[in-house]
């Protein structure tokens, strides 16, 4: 087991170091100078050079790799050029906000699309199987911004059930906070429970014509036992090892809640610096995305590896 | 090396691949719901061929006077704030869907498909580099890689298609690796090697055709969420430059008017949904139809 946990260990570092080296080549082998892109066309040659200097970026390439990475290990993201602070400070700042609105997408849409999926795959062919397909093909096709506006012109402007945007944190004002995080994280959730039920539902129907399931049926135990004992523990391990990829997804959808219902979390906040070329942002949250979504594959396969032996010797 | 001696004589013999993709082809519309998804896709395709016949407007006209009308009999679906048919904005934006979902999933699938050949044929440090650059860029989800990649290069046509292929690709490189590890055991790759064929032989006469089933689903799939994220993209303002008619700049310029003129953005999302439910009908009908184990369980 320790050997298991150190290999993948090690791995997840070589891709975190991959994802540095990514995020910083991403905005470095720029066409085009990011500094006049910042200051404008119109800026002045001594202007241009003086910025390029502050920036480091007169040094060569490995150079300017070499420090980032140093200052990264300080906490130093470096400075936003629209903003004027530090970068570690607007993520940080935002952080919170874009964690509880995942948080709460990813429990609900797991619970849901879990349940969703089982019911679906035990009662295949049937009228609530039909159904649950339908919701999830269409729930996989829908553009989680449509959804938002959807919803905020339903129950927003027509009703006036829930208010169309804005952010109150929990701890201020629980009641108010809530009504405003129905929408979005409804918007957030719906395409990922059709993809949950989907896995589910495949998953389910596969495990159910293995031999062990035969076995378990022909021994005698009630439909019932063998379906939610024996059936669904199993067809749960495709589902969960795709938590990593199911967190990459929602941070992508935060990207567009965020903006519609103009929430002030990370999502907006890159949106924000890719129109503003304010690439130091951007690099800021692509390597924190990208941490977050490697140590989530860390935690599920630690996680499997203990409960499974199959999966700590492959 | 002689043809003929390793190429047997198959007159009279029956062609398996043949009657295969029949069955497949029969297997797969023998449900309504890829039908279903096989004509949308259909007309999606007529749509973006015929889109300048189907319609007396210009997609791209303004004409101020006509600025915010409601749905009429001249305007089906009203105009927008520059007096544009939005019937005919959809329209025309079929075409950006396609090409977009096209190009980028082709280019990606290519390339993705051809590293993950590399490393799964290849093995060792191959394999270790290819596959964990792959684990790198699935780390970052693919709207945050591509609005990063559209920051680089500014908004446009070529910028959204290189964000797409980039975003993509890790998925293609990881199947096709996956797949081809488990292909490269069996026997017919053996005789291959024995008769004399080289790598490049054995990969793309031998493997390729024998692994790709599973990758034409992800393909098929894909368009679908190609489209479905250059829509997302055009929303947020970064894609495709106006005044193209794409479907998610259009219900990002409606979101304005959604009190007077919901229509604005509830049709083109429309469009997408319709657009991206045809493409992953007929992606699910593929896989069980190519899916040994799923026959006669649907």
Same mark, same amino acid.
């Given at each position: 087991m320790a050997s298991f946990i150190v290999r993948r260990l090690i791995q997840a570092v070589i891709v975190i170091f991959l994802v540095t080296i990514i995020s910083f080549l991403l905005l470095h082998i720029i066409p085009g100078d990011p500094v006049i892109r910042v200051?404008?066309? =119109?800026?002045s040659q001594a202007q241009v050079a003086q910025l390029r200097h502050e920036l480091g970026l007169d040094m060569p390439i490995y150079m300017q790799y070499g420090n980032w990475i140093l200052n990264l290990f300080h906490g130093d993201f470096g400075k936003s050029f629209?903003? =004027?602070?530090d970068v570690a400070k607007l993520i940080l700042e935002r952080f919170p906000v874009t964690f509880y609105l995942t948080f709460l997408a990813l429990t609900i849409s797991t619970i849901i699309g879990i349940m969703a999926g089982v019911i679906s795959g035990v009662k295949r062919g049937t009228f609530i199987d039909s159904f649950i397909t339908l919701f999830a093909n269409i729930g996989v096709a829908v553009p989680t911004f449509w959804l938002g506006l959807l919803g905020i012109y339903l129950f927003g402007l027509q009703l006036g059930w829930l208010p169309v945007e804005g952010w109150t944190s929990p701890l201020d004002d629980f009641w108010q906070s809530t009504r405003q995080v129905i929408m979005p994280v409804a918007a957030l959730a719906v395409p990922n429970i059709a993809i949950v039920a989907r896995q589910t539902r495949s998953s389910m129907l596969e495990t159910i014509h293995q031999d062990y399931i035969r076995t378990a049926t022909s021994k005698g135990l009630a439909q019932n036992v063998v379906f939610y004992k024996h059936a669904l523990r199993n067809a749960l391990i495709p589902v969960v090892t795709l938590l990593g990829v199911t967190v990459a997804f929602l941070i992508g959808g935060e990207v567009l809640t965020e903006t519609v219902f103009n929430i002030p979390g990370i999502g907006r906040l890159l949106v924000r610096a890719a129109l503003d070329n304010d690439y130091l942002i951007v690099q800021g949250i692509i390597l924190i995305v990208g941490v977050i979504v490697v140590f989530t594959n860390l935690f599920v396969d630690i996680t499997y590896g203990w409960i499974d032996p199959r999966i700590r010797y492959r | 090396m002689d043809e003929t001696c390793v190429t047997p004589d198959l007159q009279g013999i029956p062609q398996p691949r043949v009657s295969e993709s029949r069955r497949i082809f029969k297997v797969m519309f023998s449900r309504w719901v890829v039908i279903i998804g096989a004509v949308i896709i259909l007309l999606l395709i007529l749509t973006a061929i015929f889109a300048p016949l189907l319609t007396p407007y210009e997609p791209n006209k303004v004409k101020l006077e006509d600025s915010l009308q409601q749905p009429s009999s001249q305007h089906l679906l009203g105009t927008d704030l520059y007096g544009r048919d939005v019937l005919t904005r959809i329209l025309y934006g079929s075409r950006i869907a396609i090409i977009v979902g096209v190009v980028a999933v082709t280019a990606s699938g290519a390339f993705g498909m051809f590293l993950g050949l590399l490393a799964g044929y290849f093995g060792g440090w191959v394999e270790t580099i290819i596959m964990r650059i792959t684990d790198a860029l699935m780390a970052l989800p693919p709207l945050v890689l591509m609005l990063a990649i559209a920051v680089m290069l500014g908004g446009g046509v070529p910028t959204v298609l290189l964000a797409l292929g980039v975003a993509l690709m890790p998925t293609y490189s990881r199947l096709m690796c996956g797949q081809v590890l488990a292909a490269k055991e069996n026997d017919y790759v053996m005789a291959a090697k024995v008769v004399g064929a080289g790598n490049i032989r054995v990969m793309f006469r031998h493997l390729v055709p024998n692994v790709f089933p599973p990758l034409l689903v992800l393909i098929t799939l894909d368009l679908g969420f190609a489209i479905l994220t250059e829509a997302s993209l055009s929303f947020l303002g970064i894609g495709i430059n106006p005044p193209t008619a794409t479907w998610g700049a259009m219900v990002s310029d409606g979101q304005r008017y959604l009190?007077?003129?919901p229509v604005l953005s509830f049709t083109p999302g429309l469009a997408i949904v319709l657009v991206v439910l045809g493409f992953n009908l007929v992606g699910d009908g593929l896989r069980d139809a190519l899916d040994p184990r799923l026959r006669g369980r649907i």
């Open positions: 200051l404008g066309m =119109h800026a629209i903003y =004027h602070e | 009190l007077t003129h």
